[in-house]
């Protein structure tokens, strides 16, 4: 079975700070996806990167993957309050098995 | 546009109870579909996903089972709820052959 691993998986930041969340996966995947999840809420799409070497920024988010040491890494850029909330790294497998991580809670405080 | 109902939104049933959980998507055709839980305070567990009319893959032996009467249609069922069957119920969307997955708001279910 495909493991996901997230660190760290809690996270607590002052606001203006730089950070990254890692994410580990233990085999070849299709593609790789970072969400976002407010306290009750379901899950928003933030980025999907689909090859090797791929960066992807929104807003003070950026997500890279590589590949060859099955890595991702979310990079947050001087953070905001907005910001604070459980992030969550998967992975596709077979085109239909997405492997979640057990996410990141994000806490910036002000 | 493409939207993804759930419902019911909230849920309180007995050990020993039925269920089920009922998904809809609208503004697409022939979508893959997908159930999944999320535990309290844990990450997403893929539960079942659909390809097709009738086409189900279970990912993990339990005692949920899902169907897909219609083309835009995901339910998911249990004769019996355990204590363990508590959590988050997400439903998503993809469009055939295409990488990006659209979640449902979730059923939040707890089993007394």
């Known amino acids: 079975e495909l493991k996901v691993e997230q660190n760290p998986l809690f996270l607590s930041m002052q606001e203006g700070k730089n950070y990254t969340i890692y994410c580990n996966y233990s085999?070849?995947?299709?593609?790789l996806y970072w969400y976002r999840q407010d306290p009750g809420k379901s899950l928003e799409s933030l980025f999907v990167?689909?090859?090797?070497?791929a960066v992807k920024q929104e807003g003070r988010l950026m997500a890279s993957l590589d590949t060859k040491a099955r890595l991702s890494t979310l990079h947050i850029t001087a953070a905001v309050h907005d910001l604070s909330a459980t992030y969550f790294c998967?992975?596709?497998?077979?085109?239909?098995?997405?492997?979640f991580g057990s996410g990141t809670k994000l806490n910036v405080k002000p | 546009s493409q939207t993804i109902h759930q419902w019911p939104a909230t849920l309180v049933q007995p050990v020993g109870s039925p269920l089920s959980l009922e998904c809809t998507v609208e503004?697409?055709?022939?979508?893959?579909l997908y159930w999944y839980r999320q535990a309290a305070g844990r990450g997403l567990q893929l539960l079942f996903y659909?390809?097709?009319?009738?086409?189900i893959s279970s990912e993990v032996p339990q005692n949920l089972s899902a169907s897909r009467p219609q083309d835009r249609q995901f339910i998911l069922s249990s004769k019996k709820l355990l204590l363990s069957d508590s959590g988050f119920y997400l439903c998503?969307?993809?469009?055939?052959?295409?990488?990006?997955?659209?979640f449902g708001p979730g059923t939040r279910l707890t089993v007394t």
């Open positions: 998967a992975v596709l497998y077979n085109f239909n098995k997405f492997y």
């Open positions: 659909s390809v097709g009319i009738g086409q």
């Open positions: 990167l689909l090859s090797n070497g």
């Open positions: 503004g697409t055709s022939n979508p893959n």
């Open positions: 085999t070849t995947s299709d593609r």
């Open positions: 998503a969307w993809r469009y055939r052959g295409s990488y990006e997955q659209y």
